[in-house]
C-alpha cells in the first residue's frame, strides 16, 4: 500500500476528491424525506461550485455512495442543502445521521438546466412531490435575477399535500414570491381539509396558470409518468419542443458516465443528463423498462 | 514478415519474463483453456483442440503437437486489465479521512490473445482510458503478443464484425503457428525491441503464403455470421419487437454472457469496513445487466423483467454502444453463445429481429 496525503482523497477513479462537509442542520420534509444542510469541513470546500440541477455523490463512512441533486441556491455553494428520501441502502444510514457528522461529497456531477436560455421569455417550473428538490435551485437563481425573465411561474403538485417537500419555508416562499412577482399554483391529488390550494394533478395547472406557450421555456421534474405527461401537455399546448427539459433519475454510481447503471438508451444519465431536452428522450421515455 | 522457430518463441517469452513481466497466457484449468500467469511454453496448451456449440465447450485431444490449435476459452485480457475485483481505496476514519491506492502491479505481457481479443481491448480503452488511471497505467505497460487465428470455434463470428481472423492492430507482434514455428509481423517499435532478444529471420515466400492459406481457410470456416447492416437503427426501432419477450422464456439471466463478453464493462462499488470500524474499503465489481439491482433507482427496479434486461445488453452491446464509443461493442468472438447455459446465440436473435423488422408487441 501507498499512502496519498489527506488532500488526495480520490475514492472513485477521476470522479474529483471526496471533500467532507459537516452535517448543520436536518429539517424533515415528507414522512420518507429530510433537507441536509452542511457546510465544508476547514478547507474543504475550495474551488467548489455548482450549477442548478446538478448533483453530487454522497459518501457515508464504510456504507457507500448516493447520487443526490443539490438542492439549495448555487449561489451559496460553502452551505449545501440536500433533500434525501431514505429509500435505498445509503440513504437509510444517512437517515440517522445527525448535526456534527460528517459525509464525503464528491461532485458536481451533470449537467445543469439550461437557465439562460429562458432569459427574456418566461420561465414555467413544473414539478411534482420531491421533484421539486432538483429544480429548487433553478428557481432560487431565477428569483435573484428576476429582471432577467418576463413571467416565472411555478406548478407544483403532489399526490397528497404531506408529500410536498419545504413546507416549513412556504410562509417565506409565498411572501418572496408575491413580492418579485413570482406565480405560483399548487395542487394536490388527494386533497386533506384544510388544504387551501387545487386539486388534481400537475397538469391540470397549465390553463389554469394561463401559460403562454410561445414565450415559454418549461423545467419539469417529477416521477417519470407526470414528466411524460407534462411534457406532452406542454407541447401540445405549443411551447416549442427545444424549450422543453426534464430530469431523469436512473441508478448512479460513478457521476462520470464509467459504470454503466444510468444508461437510457445510448445516453449515460449521470453524464449526458440528468436535465436532458425533453424531445430528445420523449421516444425513450415511451418504452416500458428501457 | 519474419520467422521463429519453437525454440526462439520459448527465448521470447523467457526473455519478457526475465524482463520483469508477468506472463499471461493460456493454458489448460478444468476443462478450459484460460488465461493465467505461465511460466513459459510448457505450460501452453500443447495438442489440445475444441469443440464450441451453443451451450457447449469441450476439450479435444488435436494430434501434432500445436500449441493453438483452439479459438479461445472463457477468459479474455479484460479480465486482467479491468479485474473482476480490485481494490480502488482504502479509507481510514482515524480523524481525518485518508486514502491509501493500492500499489501498480508487474506490467502483463500477454501471449496468444486472438484478433477478436485485441480488438475487445482497444473496445475497452474508449471506456477505461481517460477516466480510469489505474485501466490506462495496466494498459500502457502491457506487451502483447497476438496469434492469428486458425481454428475458428462453431459459435465465432469474427469475420462479420471485421475483427479477425487475423490480428490488425493492437499487438506488439503477431504470430501464425505454422508446422515447427511461427511467421511473425512486428505491429510498434516494442515489438521490434522484444526481437532483438530472440533469432529470427526472415520468412520464405512459401511460408507467407501458407499464412495466408491458413487465415483464409479460418474465414470460410468461421462459425457463424451476423449481418451488421442498419444498425444501430434496427435495434433502435425494435424496442417493442416480440422477440424480446420470447428469448426472455428462454434467458435465465444468469449474467454468464456479460462475464465472458470481453468487452461489457459495468461495474459496481462496493464498499467494505473493518471490525472495528476504523478502515473502510471501496471495491470495485464486475457488474451484469442481468441483474434486478443494475437498474435500481428511485427505490425501484427500473428494468424489472427479462425481456428489459436482455433488450438492454443485446441493444447495448449492438447499437447503442456505437452512439456511445463510436464502434460496435461486440467482437464476434462468440463466448456469450458458447457460455449462455440455455444456448441462446446473438447472431440468431438479431436475424429474428430483422426477419420480422417493424413488429411490435405491446406490452400488457
Known amino acids: ?13 477521476e470522479g474529483g476528491p471526496t471533500r467532507v462537509a459537516v452535517i448543520q442542520r436536518i429539517v424533515p420534509e415528507t414522512p420518507e424525506s429530510a433537507t441536509y444542510w452542511s457546510t465544508w469541513r476547514d478547507g474543504d470546500g475550495e474551488g467548489y461550485a455548482f450549477e442548478a440541477g446538478q448533483f453530487n455523490m454522497l459518501y457515508v463512512f464504510g456504507v457507500g455512495e448516493v447520487a443526490i441533486s443539490i438542492s ?17 441502502r445509503v440513504t437509510n444510514v444517512i ?18 438546466w439550461p437557465l439562460h436560455e429562458a432569459e427574456g421569455g418566461d420561465l414555467v417550473v413544473v414539478a411534482g412531490g420531491v421533484g421539486v428538490c432538483p429544480v429548487r435551485p433553478a428557481i432560487e437563481t431565477a428569483m435573484r435575477r428576476r429582471d432577467r425573465y418576463r413571467r416565472l411561474i411555478l406548478l407544483l403538485g403532489a399526490r397528497t399535500p404531506s408529500l410536498l417537500p419545504y413546507q416549513e419555508e412556504l410562509d417565506w416562499w409565498l411572501a418572496t414570491m408575491e413580492r418579485l412577482g413570482v406565480e405560483l399554483h399548487l395542487t394536490v391529488d388527494e386533497p386533506e381539509p384544510g388544504w387551501l390550494y387545487g386539486a388534481g394533478v400537475v397538469t391540470t395547472l397549465f390553463p389554469k396558470a394561463q401559460v403562454e406557450p410561445a414565450r415559454t421555456t418549461a423545467f ?3 416521477p417519470e409518468i407526470m414528466m ?10 405549443g411551447v416549442p419542443p427545444e424549450r422543453v427539459y426534464v430530469s431523469m433519475e436512473r441508478n448512479m454510481q460513478c457521476g462520470i458516465g464509467l459504470c454503466g ?5 445510448p445516453y449515460f444519465v449521470c453524464a449526458d443528463g440528468p436535465v436532458f431536452r425533453y424531445d430528445r428522450i420523449a421516444d425513450l421515455m415511451e418504452v416500458r423498462e428501457l | 514478415m519474419l520467422y521463429l522457430d519453437r525454440a526462439g518463441f520459448g527465448d521470447l517469452l523467457r526473455s519478457l519474463a526475465d524482463a520483469g513481466y508477468e506472463l499471461i497466457g493460456p493454458t489448460v484449468r478444468d476443462g478450459a483453456v484460460v488465461l493465467e500467469e505461465i511460466e513459459g511454453v510448457e505450460d501452453l496448451p500443447t495438442g489440445v483442440g475444441e469443440e464450441q456449440g451453443p451451450g457447449a465447450y469441450r476439450l479435444t485431444d488435436r494430434p501434432g503437437g500445436r500449441l493453438f490449435g483452439w479459438a479461445h476459452g472463457p477468459d479474455a485480457a479484460k479480465r486482467f486489465l479491468f479485474p473482476p475485483r480490485e481494490l480502488l481505496a482504502t479509507v481510514r476514519r482515524n480523524g481525518t479521512m485518508r486514502v491509501e491506492r493500492p500499489e501498480e502491479e508487474r506490467p502483463f505481457a500477454f501471449v496468444g490473445l486472438r484478433a477478436c481479443d485485441l480488438h475487445a481491448i482497444e473496445v475497452q480503452d474508449r471506456v477505461f482510458m481517460d477516466l480510469d488511471p489505474a485501466y490506462r497505467s495496466r494498459r500502457e505497460r502491457a506487451v502483447f503478443i497476438g496469434v492469428n487465428c486458425a481454428e475458428p470455434g462453431s459459435t465465432c463470428f469474427c469475420a462479420s464484425m471485421g475483427t479477425g481472423p487475423r490480428c490488425t492492430t493492437g499487438f506488439d507482434l503477431a504470430l501464425t503457428e505454422l508446422e515447427d514455428g511461427f511467421a511473425l509481423e512486428v505491429g510498434t517499435p516494442r515489438g521490434e525491441e522484444l526481437l532483438s532478444a530472440v533469432e529470427s529471420r526472415q520468412a520464405t515466400q512459401a511460408e507467407a503464403a501458407e499464412v495466408e492459406r491458413i487465415l483464409e481457410a479460418a474465414t470460410a470456416r468461421m462459425g457463424r455470421e451476423l449481418d451488421t447492416s442498419d444498425m444501430p437503427d434496427l435495434l433502435y426501432r425494435n424496442l417493442e419487437h416480440p422477440r424480446w419477450q420470447e428469448v426472455a422464456e428462454r434467458c435465465l439471466a444468469c449474467g454468464n454472457c456479460t462475464s465472458v463478453c470481453p468487452t461489457c464493462f459495468c461495474h459496481d462499488v462496493v464498499d467494505g469496513v473493518s471490525l472495528d470500524g476504523e478502515v473502510a474499503t471501496r471495491t470495485r465489481e464486475w457488474a451484469s445487466c442481468f441483474s434486478a439491482e443494475h437498474s435500481w433507482a428511485a427505490g425501484e427496479v427500473v428494468r424489472g423483467s427479462r425481456a428489459a434486461r436482455y433488450r438492454q445488453w443485446l441493444t447495448h452491446k ?16 462468440g463466448r456469450c453463445i458458447t457460455w449462455c447455459p440455455v444456448g441462446i446465440d446473438v447472431t440468431e436473435e438479431i436475424a429474428a429481429v430483422r426477419a420480422a423488422d417493424g413488429e411490435v408487441v405491446r406490452a400488457g
Open chain 1, 261 to 265: 447503471h444510468c444508461q437510457l438508451g
Open chain 1, 1 to 13: 500500500m501507498s499512502a496519498t496525503e489527506t488532500d488526495v482523497r480520490r475514492t472513485q477513479p
Open chain 1, 72 to 88: 439549495s441556491d448555487p449561489a451559496h455553494p460553502q452551505r449545501l442543502g440536500h433533500t434525501i428520501r431514505s429509500i435505498g
Open chain 2, 318 to 333: 449492438f447499437a447503442s454502444w456505437i452512439d456511445q464509443y463510436g464502434t460496435s461493442g461486440c467482437v464476434g468472438c
Open chain 1, 220 to 222: 419539469v421534474c417529477g
Open chain 1, 228 to 237: 411524460r405527461f407534462a411534457g406532452k401537455g406542454l407541447l401540445e399546448m
Open chain 1, 95 to 112: 437517515k440517522d445521521l445527525r448535526p456534527g457528522d460528517e459525509i464525503g461529497i464528491r461532485g458536481p456531477f451533470g449537467r445543469p
